[in-house]
């Protein structure tokens, strides 16, 4: 077992070291980024399905009631969610492959706490669905939903998203702990996406669920997730209080259990 | 502090009693091992012989399960975070980036080893001309070649000025040319920064070429320790160091070290990524 190192520490220090290690990884996820940015056009393009045919679609049966809003702009801050959720559940297969690459190695070793190093990949994957989240925010404006352009809200929306994808990088992180392989990580995250997705109000007001699904939509950190966006964007009255707290409580925790199993990933 | 007027200076590193374990399996056993400042020690064994374990006890990876392990008088165990900022650490296998390019990758870990803001890009700009890296500093890691992708690695150790360079096989699969490029860096950084650099191989030639002292590792155990001359005159005048090492354990060192799965697996990992 790992035995925490007794040094003598200053909170200040720790917080702007904390601080400085989230900004490091998330300047190193912008540079990858921008000598690959194929991924930015191939994520972009289920999202877009999703909008398009998806939504466009459920638009026209109206079988989803969601009062006085078009369904498009019902649908618009879900795909948000739901695209940066498959971005950051899948987030810890980097971990692995830094991982079998030694690197995981040499970044232990450098003098950062390891929850530093997770809250800094966390916050690293919500850079990357930032990304995605301005994508489906362009492409939803493309097709005509309404929503805000308030400047402080669009601040606010990706805050929102980078906290979710906070959570759920860490929660990949926390497999990737457990079962240590890339292709485990892959079955796992391909199981547990779409019951997050379906057991959310991503697609559907959580009225009209059934009781158990409406349980589990209650513990679904993406529920939160999406009623903060869908207040934000286009005005849907939410508490915004429970959203965020429910939010950064799920980051913390999901960085705290991922930082635990980080030694695992060491051996 | 001791009063005396000429007092032994402070070992860079000082390991008593350590053992570790996996499972069943003791991989260092009851090692003592003392590194003095400004040399360049080497740890020659074959693969398995717990080379690389008791590196990554030193380097804080694996807390000390017993025993005592020191780095310039500071205890691993209590004062990691100290620790890690002397070190600079290349593990074994190839370990960089290839989606960043030789300085990003580079920068990456200044930032981690804080290295201050404003002398940052002189700071990565003097480790990479260190390894001749200069020219190439921009392009992906990626494209670099395995001898390349090395001396990235030794500018990324170097860049926090490390008190100590921990290099864990430094030359494992590098062509001979790539090998004699990276020994030549080694080197230099020590008679440029003055610096202790425990390295391991199972390279005798290396051993030979760089370290001022090696000691002999052997299924955990230490074996024989001296400076190379010293050992190889203790079985005459026409003796290599792989005698000596044959001499010590009655086995031979690069037999071991060829077939040894953990390379196959290091080959294999280092070939995936670059590929």
Known sequence: MSVAPVVPRSGWAESLRLLSRIGTFCLVELQKLRHDRTELITRAIQPILWLVIFGVTFSRIRAIPTGNVPYLDYLAPGIIAQSALFVAIFYGIQIIWERDAGILTKLLVTPSPRSALVAGKAFAAGVRTISQAIVVLIVAALLGVSMTWNPLKLLAVLAVVVLGAAFFSCLSMTIAGLVLRRDRLMGIGQAITMPLFFASNALYPVSLMPDWLRVLSHVNPLTYEVSALRGLLIGQPTNYWLDFTVLIVAAVAGICAAASLLSRLAR | MSADPTPEPVPAVQIAGLSHRFGDHLAVDALDLTVSPGECFGLLGPNGAGKTTTLRVLNTLYPPQSGTVQVFGLDVRTQAMVVRRMLGYVPQQLSIEGALTGRENVSWFARLF????????????????????????????????????????????????????????????????????????????????????????????????????????????????????????????????????????????????????RDVRGTRRTAQRMG
């Open chain 2, 114 to 261: 804080d290295v201050p803001r404003r002398e940052r890009a002189a700071r990565v700009a003097e480790v990479l001309e260190i390894v001749d890296l200069t020219d190439a500093a921009d392009r992906l890691a990626s494209t670099y070649s395995g001898g390349m992708v090395r001396r990235l690695e030794l500018a990324q150790a170097l860049v926090n000025r490390p008190a100590l360079l921990v290099l864990d096989e430094p030359t494992v699969g590098l062509d001979p040319v790539a090998r004699d490029s990276v020994w030549a860096r080694v080197q230099d950084m020590q008679e440029r920064y003055g610096m202790t650099v425990l390295l391991t191989t199972h390279y005798m030639e290396e051993a030979d070429l760089l370290c001022d002292q090696v000691a002999l590792m052997h299924h955990g155990r230490l074996r024989a320790v001296g400076t190379p001359a010293h050992l190889k005159a203790e079985l005459g005048p026409q003796a290599s160091l792989e005698d000596v090492f044959r001499h010590h354990t009655g086995e031979s060192l690069e037999g071991e070290a060829k077939g040894g799965l």
